[in-house]
């Protein structure tokens, strides 16, 4: 076992405590794996010096036991080819500073310093394979994926180099959909073509963030597309157009789930839209806050901004999937437009496809009087951003970017082509 102080893990007191006192700030959770965190269950030790990417500070308080060599050669050449294949992910094998692994390959060495080396870089992939090369994905409004479980992570690695499964370990962290496979026959096959290449990039690391099982049938809504799929079993079982969130209200990604259907749904005005002016149409109630701001609900009814149908997944974005008063806006090619929630073409068609149906056309029958019907199984709903899509017949569809995130996306993401989508968008 190894210690740092008297705890093991970055987010201790007493590992704050130690940083801030030398004047440093703390490294984050997912550096503090990248550099420091296989040294402790594999027992190395840096024999008086750190590893590139593992600062003096880094290492300070460490307790090790006894020396010993823990990576094989041949454990180090699989870890060299695992980097070499990142590049067909799309990813960048010289960011991964593997010079010092092939000449330690090539000269059959192995030392308990290249061993915490190796590591540090295996951890590094492993992260970038299983949760993106990208930390701040809210800056790209992705709320998708829980926090990465480190300890889970790190005991992975440990486990496949007692294995010697040490590939098939890294290679299993990628994600296993038929989206992400065709993205990257894609990639491979646009060479030349470094706008398409960069569209591509992006999206595969999209799939990076996204959860590994979606489920056997859930709801699939992609933005850019403006579409929503309900899929069963990997087959589209129905799909159906959608109004989406505006440039400046844009729909968050979410992994959510549906729990119910409400008929004749009332509607309680978001303060954001209030505070903008935004409440228009009629049967408006509005009463006052606990803190003094007004609130506005508006009855249900033929005008209400909801329609007849709001499919329930309560979530603290509030944001859910409902019918629209207004269906002429279905007939847009640009349909980036609501103020942030997801208006469905059909909607009563798809809620029946999800609960049934029973009672439903009755309930809808009464427009003044609301009801609410529980599915007797929650479905999981994604709310995802992809630019780029593999149809039916495996070609790629290139569906535009309405918030324009891919360059952004593509420039924190660095690497070959970073710069390139600029000119697919033109």
Known sequence: MLFIGNQSTPSSPSWNRAFRRAGRRPPSAKRWLATLPLLLVAGFTFNGTAPAGITPEDSAGIVAPQERARWSVAQIRDLIAVIDESAAEGLDPTAYNADALRAAANANQQSPALDALATSIALRVALDYADGRIDDKERFDWHMTPPLDSNALATGLNDALDRDRLGKWLRGLLPD??????????????????????????????????????????????????????????????????????????????????????????????????????????????????????????????????????????????????????????????????????????????????????GLDDALAEPSKTRTFQLGRSIPVYLVYFTAQAERDGSIRFVGDPYGRDAALLRQLGGPGSGAVQMAAR
């Open 177 to 358: 959909h038929e989206q992400y496979r065709a993205l990257k026959a894609a990639y491979a096959q646009a060479v030349g073509d470094e706008a398409m290449r960069a569209q591509l990039r992006a999206n595969l690391e999209r799939w990076r963030w996204m959860p590994r099982d979606l489920g056997d049938r859930y709801i699939y809504v992609n933005v850019p597309s403006y579409r929503l799929s309900v899929m069963n079993d990997g087959t589209e079982e129905a799909s159906y157009n959608v109004v989406v969130g505006a440039p400046k209200t844009p729909t968050p990604q979410l992994a959510l789930h549906a729990q119910s259907i409400v008929a004749n749904p009332s509607w309680t005005v978001p303060q954001s839209i209030i505070k903008a002016g935004g409440v228009r149409g009629k049967g408006f109630r509005y009463t006052r806050n606990p803190d003094g701001s007004v609130r506005a609900v508006q009855a249900p009814g033929p005008t209400n901004a909801l329609g007849r149908i709001k499919i329930d997944m309560p979530n603290p974005h509030a944001i859910y999937l409902h019918d629209t008063p207004n269906h002429a806006v279905f007939d847009r090619e640009n349909r980036a437009l609501s103020h942030g929630c997801v208006r469905v073409q059909n909607i009563q068609e798809l809620a029946a496809l999800l609960q049934g149906g029973d």
